[in-house]
C-alpha cells in the first residue's frame, strides 16, 4: 500500500524550531520529487517549498525563506522539513507530497500522493 506518514508536529513557541519527517512506504521516492505544503485555519493549502529526487536546490516559499530547510534521505525513504525562527503565522497542517518528476513541483493538481498531515501550532 502506497503511503506517506508526516510526523514530528506539536505545539512550540514563537521562535522556536521543529522538524517534521515525512517517511513513504509501499514504494521508493527514488525519483520523486517532495513538496511541503500547509493550510491554516480558514486558508487554502499554500505551497511552502519542494525537493528533487536529487536532493539539489529546493525552492522555497518566500514566506519561509531563510528559515526552512528540506532535506531528504533517500536510503531511509524520507524528506525532512527543518523549521527555524516559527511564527504564529505559521500554524498549520503540514502535509507532505510525491510526485514522479525530475523537476521542482509547486502546484497541488501536480501530485501524485499526498499525507494525511501534521499539526504544528505557534503560541505562546
Known amino acids: 500500500q502506497v503511503r506517506l506518514a508526516e510526523s514530528g508536529g506539536g505545539l512550540v513557541q514563537p521562535g522556536g524550531s521543529l522538524r517534521l519527517s515525512c517517511a513513504a512506504s509501499?514504494?521508493?521516492?527514488?525519483?520523486?520529487?517532495v513538496g511541503w505544503f500547509r493550510q491554516g485555519p480558514g486558508k487554502e493549502r499554500e505551497f511552502v517549498g519542494a525537493?528533487?529526487?536529487?536532493?539539489?536546490?529546493?525552492y522555497y516559499a518566500d514566506s519561509v525563506k531563510g528559515r526552512f530547510t528540506i532535506s531528504r534521505d533517500n536510503a531511509k525513504n524520507t524528506v525532512y522539513l527543518q523549521m527555524n525562527s516559527l511564527k504564529p503565522e505559521d500554524t498549520a497542517v503540514y502535509y507532505c507530497a510525491a510526485v514522479l518528476s525530475f523537476r521542482i513541483v509547486t502546484t497541488t493538481r501536480e501530485y501524485d500522493y499526498w499525507g494525511q498531515g501534521t499539526q504544528v501550532t505557534v503560541s505562546s
Open positions: 509501499g514504494f521508493t521516492l527514488d525519483y520523486y520529487a
Open positions: 525537493i528533487r529526487w536529487s536532493g539539489d536546490t529546493p
